[in-house]
């Protein structure tokens, strides 16, 4: 009796969790700049095959959406992680002049400029999403909301850097746009803002 109780339960259970919401953005107090950030709940990890050098062997680039707040003026960046398990001794990490982006999805082709500097300090280390393994490369993009949206949406989507010695894009690897969704929907940034470092076509 207890069994079938049981067997008739797991199905509400399965339920209940398939419609947990996703946790919402993590707010942060940059004490190098004095401002608040609000990051996304997860990144989108994207990674690529390195069995050219090594068995198991991965590039990866790990995407963050944040939010920065300074005196009620709201900016959107993505930070960008360039890590690898490769040893460097055979792949070294990428260099300052490599680090233009392209996103590729549903037709489209995003490109994406670095700036000169981090507009906030990395060292939240974890609260970043900074890779615990290999010596992350970290650079940023200044975007706005219809990117991130175009990220969010698009059901295919690659990463690729062109610049790069090797530019074999980058395939999904940890899906987070589910939670690119939620960060949009909690953040304040203009929906609309003109980046010259980007452009979409």
Not at 59 to 72: K, M, N, P, Q, R
Not at 173 to 194: I, K, M, N
Request: net charge negative; proline share 7%.
């Amino acid at each position: 009796m207890n069994r079938v109780w049981l067997f008739a339960l797991i199905p509400l259970l399965l339920g209940a969790c398939s419609s947990t919401p996703l946790a919402p953005g993590r707010e942060i107090f940059d004490e190098q700049t004095g401002n608040t950030l609000t990051v996304v709940s997860k990144p989108i990890v994207f990674a690529r095959e390195r069995t050219d050098v090594a068995a198991h062997a991965r590039d990866y680039a790990t995407l963050v959406a944040i939010e920065v707040d300074h005196s009620g003026t709201f900016k959107n960046y993505l930070l960008l992680h360039r890590w690898s398990t490769v040893d460097t001794r055979m792949s070294p990490p990428p260099g300052s002049e490599e680090g233009e982006m392209r996103l590729l999805g549903e037709g489209r082709e995003l490109k994406l400029q670095p700036l000169d500097a981090l507009p906030i300090s990395v060292n939240s280390g974890g609260e970043l999403h900074v890779p615990r393994h290999g010596a992350a490369v970290t650079r940023a993009f200044a975007v706005d909301k219809d990117i991130l949206r175009f990220i969010a949406a698009s059901r295919l989507l690659m990463l690729q850097m062109p610049k790069e010695a090797l530019d074999t894009p980058f395939q999904i690897y940890e899906d987070g746009r589910g939670a690119l969704q939620e960060f949009l929907h909690q953040t304040s940034a203009p929906a609309v803002e003109a980046h010259p470092h980007s452009t979409v076509r």
